[in-house]
């Protein structure tokens, strides 16, 4: 992290939901890096107490399929900490049931919906009351690059998920941009988490199929994904909100890629 500056979510509470590995835990480090009071909401109550004693930040376990739970989250982070500055609403899950919609069953669909689309409506609406009476706050939502264009692969619930938390994003930073509160919505690339890694040790060549598409060649990291966090999340950001925040290394602005 050399050469970074620090102190920009200086008084700052966060919260980051998926946030004990991949994008989340890159971005629970860089918020309290920053000066952040984070509280995690994850369901890996093994690492979740290890990496909030890291951060000095507090861990709950949550299941953000569950309205008490999400709920309980941000009641926490206000009860110990005064405030909910940020929400980063990151919990996500790509699992291989979810294909081509000719072979995704519709337990397989709902389940993938539940967690990626209703549990950020659902960490929304818990945020949201607390930023309205403060006149200030920061929402950044995990949607995708497949958001915005097709996938080389289906995956029909997660792209169909995304395209959700996308739309939704635009509405709420339209609706409550008066109000003193942002929201935008992440979109990255594909990134070298363990979800992707799940993926090319069950099927490499489904997996190198993505990579074929990045201009850069190469998969984006969990810590370039929390910069474009940290500066959503940051008052640098101030005039940002509803926006399509692609983080991609230019996979959608491709035609084709050169090898």
């Known amino acids: 992290m050399a050469g970074n500056r620090e102190g920009r979510l200086e008084g700052k509470v966060a919260v980051v939901t998926g946030g004990c590995s991949g994008i989340g835990l890159a971005t629970v480090r860089r918020f309290a890096q920053e000066g952040a009071k984070v509280v995690i909401g994850d369901l890996d109550e093994v690492n979740g107490p290890t990496v909030a004693e890291e951060v000095g930040g507090r861990f709950v376990r949550c299941d953000v399929v569950s309205k008490a739970d999400v709920d309980a989250l941000f009641q926490t982070a ?60 920061s929402i950044i939502n995990t949607a995708s690059f497949v958001a915005v264009m097709g996938a080389a692969t289906s995956q029909i619930s997660y792209s169909a998920s995304k395209g959700g938390v996308l739309s939704m994003s635009r509405e709420l930073g339209v609706q409550f941009a008066r109000q003193g509160v942002r929201v935008n919505a992440l979109c990255p690339g594909p990134v070298n988490t363990p979800l992707l890694r799940e993926l090319f040790a069950s099927d490499e060549e489904r997996a190198a199929r993505r990579l074929v598409h990045v201009p850069m060649g190469r998969f984006g990291e969990p810590e370039e994904m929390a910069n474009a966090v940290l500066f959503l999340a940051s008052d640098e950001s101030s005039f940002i909100t509803a926006s399509t925040f692609l983080v991609d290394g230019g996979i959608s602005g491709a035609y084709v890629t050169p090898l």
């Open 78 to 137: 206000k009860t110990e900490f005064g405030s909910v500055d940020i929400a980063f609403n990151n919990a996500g899950i790509s699992p291989p049931d979810d294909d081509s919609i000719l072979d995704t069953e519709l337990e397989a669909w709902r389940r993938v919906q539940e967690v990626n689309l209703t549990s950020v409506y659902l960490c929304c609406k818990a945020a949201l009351p607390y930023m309205l009476e403060q006149g200030k706050g």
